[in-house]
Nanobody, 126 residues
Framework: QVQLVESGGGLVRTGGFLSLSCKAS???????????VAWFRQAPGKEREFVAA????????EFAGSVKDRFAASRDNRNNAVYLDMTNLKPEDTAVYYC????????????????WGQGTRVTVSS
């Protein structure tokens, strides 16, 4: 069973930056390139929303409009890792950020993903 563990969250001021990491543990014989991966976030009292997604090769990356031009996403298939680099952070970016994976291509829909990390909290102070 694939397991995901996020790290890198914390408290930062408006305009600051944070880098999140997501490390995947795979069963023997499996390969990380089988999985599309994505980042979602959930703010208090709100539904989980799509943030960014990365194709199996890392060659195709998509972002939510609210973070485009501020966030970057990438993956390192050799190390089974996914990254989210967040710059120019705003208070509205405050949320728990989740890494998700699914066998096959990525989507923007949370319900399409069946593998989730435990989340890492990001707080942006004004």
């Amino acid at each position: 069973q694939v397991q995901l563990v996020e790290s890198g969250g914390g408290l930062v001021r408006t305009g600051g930056f944070l880098s999140l990491s997501c490390k995947a543990s795979l069963p023997s014989g499996d390969t990380f390139t089988n999985y599309g991966v994505a980042w979602f976030r959930q703010a208090p009292g709100k539904e989980r929303e799509f943030v960014a997604a990365v194709s199996w090769s890392g060659g195709n990356v998509e972002f939510a409009g609210s973070v485009k031009d501020r966030f970057a996403a990438s993956r390192d298939n050799r190390n089974n890792a996914v990254y989210l680099d967040m710059t120019n952070l705003k208070p509205e970016d405050t949320a728990v950020y989740y890494c998700a994976a699914r066998f096959g291509p990525f989507t923007r829909v949370a319900d399409d993903f069946n593998i989730w990390g435990q989340g890492t909290r990001v707080t942006v102070s004004s």
